[in-house]
């Protein structure tokens, strides 16, 4: 068991390394010289040579990464070379916002579609189930923006029960963004919603084909009790990886969600900061998201192993 | 750029979320349906007091309220500040802080009357050492103001003499009969003397508003200045939001957050929209974005003058202005000086597709192939290239629309590809739009056109005191730019505003807005 412990970490700081490295180069192919992008439009080649100068991109790449990489790894991102602030702070300010449409978020989706899921499992092929699967699979289909601006225009502007657009800062209080909340969140939760449908849905189904369950069954348990007590735990398992991967899928779906409400989350920091080649804050962007990718899918690959015993005991059996 | 057309003020992401709601919107309205007219009872005159909600697109999450920084934010500034002068309705200049203003006999020493019994909104008395300091800190090189651009040739900022409180007297270099005129920018409002290092933040002015709050790229306040020069503002307060991405802005219009849109020229199907709307409505602002196809006059076959030529004769401005604005502007003509400019000229060579083929023929470029570059950066690039690429084809010009990146455009595509479309805010006075874009080696010369003839017709006309003798000069340099130069401007399109019902007595043109008589009905 340690020993799996052992290599699913190492593995995830490989993949952190990794990411690390390709961001960075990443970052170095955006199309256009930086210095001239952050200058704009009256730039002078003298304005441009001295702010390549300060921003040290006339020194070796794999210099600037060690740089950068030494910095990060003691929790210093550089300065935003737009605000003139640190980048960490606003990283963090912004990552604080976004972790409360995610909390709401993963709430509503993860409760909403295990109960959907279940239901349509039990009822397969009848009604109930045709109906969840169709909608859910509706909701997979369109893109989180459509589904936003959907959302926006029932209950923004038809009828004004929720903000359409966030008017405060990154340094906006839990209180002033708790009502511009739900929106994005309902949003990103029906994009999210059909993938654990479809997934609890299925290991229900195939669950309940199980033997153990038809023992369940003969031994003459109701079948709420084969449900809840015998069912759903195995049901749950392969549920798990998929929730934890759009845990991590959220990230991205932020960036686009978050704009529409001009929610000042760490996806308007990624959009903002990429079109101002605002370097140090996309690098730190990209790195908290791969950051949180990889931790989700550790914690999916963990909580599996929990769950699971033949994983468990697999390095003793052996 | 930090002009008010920066690249960077509008999002990417807009126009694919624009794209999605106007699908979504346009689906039960007309797609054809004529843009919206002005709502007849925004007319109306306003009750007093009041807040106004304002969205605008941040200049930068460094924006500053220092009016001459590149990264000011524009709204602020006209709420806070004055100007020596604006720039009245009529598009004459107009008194500000300054009530007149004469040059001496040869244009090169003018005299500003400052007005008497204006006090700042810390109670410190305006005199003409403020007026003297704020040019100077234009000009000084650590404020790398875009305005010291234009005035660093004319005038030394040691110069500048103050005999009295109330009188500015400004040597210039060389003669300029037009130097008042380069003062209405919006760069040049007055901040008091001393306060270059705090104006970023304080916004302390003489303008119908004095400063609450204000946070960068965030939210920020302004109230009435009760001892205003002019008299106490309509509103009670006006507060501003950033939302940088557009169709954001307009979700908060329709759902009633806030009330004006700022630097929003609303697309055709979102205009639809907000008209429809009981909450909102849309306004014109008439020929307030000035579209341009810039030729690079150093890329072949640019650098042909009677390619040039024929690429202007070849397409009818009209056509541009039914396709791509649907009636809403006015025809450009390739003559980059708005209508609404006392300078302009009428006066155009008119189309004529068969001399186009004929001078191509000429130079040697039949059947002449080009491409043509636009992006998503604005929604009226991409109808306006198609509509060209349609109208030329009748002189047998082959013109291919490639779209470009929008986030880069500004870096990768203007001033680099031989051929792209472009658009400016109109209301740059007449000297200032030929110096800084058609002068040979100016900052914004998009065509990289140089002329010397032009060059020095522009200096004569500077010069020249008789105003009606400059008139004819400034006209007479149109018609050069129109026949030799190499930026075609099909079109000025009018400024699609959202305003909410409830807003009264809104007036807007050029980069003049009237914050003192703004107001809200039932405030």
């Known amino acids: 068991m340690l020993a799996f412990l052992a290599r699913r970490v190492s593995a995830a700081v490989g993949t952190l390394f990794l990411s690390s490295v390709l961001v960075f180069l990443a970052v170095q192919a955006l199309p256009g010289d930086v210095a001239g992008q952050i200058l704009g439009k009256d730039a002078t080649p003298d304005a441009v040579a001295a702010l390549r100068g300060r921003l040290g991109l006339d020194r070796p790449a794999w210099e600037r990464y060690a740089d950068w990489m030494g910095g990060a790894l003691h929790g210093d991102f550089g300065t935003s070379l737009v605000s003139q602030r640190p980048v960490g702070g606003e990283v963090a300010a912004h990552l604080a916002n976004s972790a409360l449409i995610a909390g709401v978020t993963v709430l509503f989706a993860v409760t909403g579609s295990i109960v959907l899921g279940v239901i349509a499992g039990l009822y397969r092929d009848r009604w109930p189930d045709h109906l969840i699967s169709t909608v859910s699979l509706v909701g997979m289909s369109v893109p989180e923006f459509v589904v936003a601006t959907v959302l926006v225009l029932c209950f923004s502007i038809a009828l004004p029960w929720f903000p359409a657009v966030v008017l405060y800062g990154p340094d906006a209080s839990v209180g002033q963004l708790l009502p511009a909340v739900w929106l994005p969140a309902l949003a990103l939760a029906v994009v999210m919603a059909a993938y654990i449908v479809r997934m609890a849905r299925t290991s229900v189904i195939d669950v309940m084909a199980g033997e153990y369950v038809t023992t369940a069954r003969l031994k003459g348990l109701s079948s709420w009790r084969v449900v809840t007590r015998h069912a759903l735990p195995s049901a749950l398992l392969p549920t798990l990886h998929v929730i934890a991967l759009n845990v991590a899928w959220l990230v991205g779906g932020v960036a686009v969600v978050e704009n529409v409400f001009n929610y000042p989350g760490i996806g308007k920091l990624m959009l903002s900061s990429v079109q101002n080649r605002d370097l140090p804050v996309i690098q730190a962007v990209a790195l908290v998201s791969a950051v949180v990718y990889t931790v989700c899918n550790l914690a999916a690959d963990l909580g599996a192993m929990a769950l699971n015993p033949k994983l468990r005991t697999r390095g003793r059996t052996r | ?523």
């Open chain 2, 1 to 523: 750029m930090p002009d008010i057309h920066d690249p960077r003020r509008r999002s990417v992401l807009a126009g694919a979320a624009a794209l999605g709601a106007s699908w979504l919107l346009s689906g039960c309205t007309g797609a054809s349906a004529a843009p919206v007219q002005p709502g007849g009872e925004t007319h109306e005159a306003p009750d007093s007091g009041g807040t106004l909600r304002i969205a605008r697109p941040p200049a930068s999450d460094a924006e500053t309220l220092d009016p001459a920084s590149a990264l000011s934010a524009y709204e602020y500034l006209g709420a806070l500040y004055n100007r020596l002068v604006r720039v009245g309705a009529d598009g004459s200049l107009a008194a500000d802080l300054a009530e007149s203003w004469e040059p001496d006999a040869k244009a090169r020493t003018w005299t500003f009357r400052l007005r008497k019994g204006v006090t700042f909104h810390d109670g410190r008395a305006f005199t003409s050492a403020d007026a003297a300091y704020t040019l100077r800190h234009i000009l000084d090189k650590a404020t790398a103001s875009p305005q010291a651009a234009v005035l660093a040739p004319l005038l030394d900022p040691g110069a500048l003499r103050t005999p009295d409180a109330h009188t500015l007297v400004v040597p210039l270099k060389t003669p300029n009969a037009e130097f008042p005129s380069l003062l209405t920018h919006y760069n040049c409002y007055v901040i008091p003397d001393g306060g270059a290092r705090a104006a970023g933040r304080t916004g302390i002015g003489t303008g119908p508003f004095k400063l609450e709050s204000f946070t960068p790229a965030g939210p920020g306040r302004v109230v009435a200045f009760a001892d205003h020069w002019a008299g106490r503002p309509v509103l009670d307060a006006i507060s501003f939001y950033s939302v940088a991405d557009m169709s954001a802005r307009s979700n908060a219009l329709l759902a009633g957050q806030v009330d004006l849109l700022s630097q929003t020229n609303l697309d055709f199907a979102t205009a639809r929209v907000v008209a429809a709307s009981d909450r909102a409505t849309v306004t014109r602002v008439k020929d307030a974005q000035w579209y341009v196809l810039p030729m690079l006059t150093t890329e072949k076959p640019f650098t042909d003058v009677r390619v040039r030529q024929a690429m202007k004769l070849a397409y009818d401005p009209e056509h541009v202005v039914k396709v791509a604005l649907q009636g809403a502007g006015t025809a450009g003509w390739d003559n980059p000086v708005p209508p609404s400019d006392p300078a302009h000229i009428s006066a155009h060579p008119a189309h004529d597709p068969e001399q186009a083929r004929h001078l191509l023929k000429r130079a040697g470029h039949e059947g002449l192939a080009v491409e043509l570059y636009t992006s998503a950066y604005d929604p009226l690039f991409t109808p306006m290239a198609l509509a060209y690429q349609d109208s030329a084809r009748r002189a047998g010009i082959r013109v291919k629309v490639r779209t470009a990146a929008a986030d880069s455009y500004y870096t990768q595509i203007w001033m680099k590809k031989p051929l792209m479309a472009t658009y400016w805010f109109t209301g740059r006075p007449v000297d200032q739009l030929f110096t800084q874009i058609f002068r040979g080696g100016s900052s914004y010369n998009e065509t990289a056109w140089s002329d010397a003839a032009f060059d020095a017709l522009l200096d004569r006309a500077r010069a020249e005191t008789d105003d009606t003798r400059r008139r004819d000069l400034y006209g007479e340099a149109q018609t050069i730019v129109m026949d030799r130069g190499g930026a075609m401007t099909p079109m000025f399109a009018d400024r699609l505003v959202g305003i909410s019902r409830a807003v009264r007595g809104y007036a807007e043109h050029g980069f003049e807005f009237d914050y003192l008589g703004i107001g809200l009905k039932g405030a």
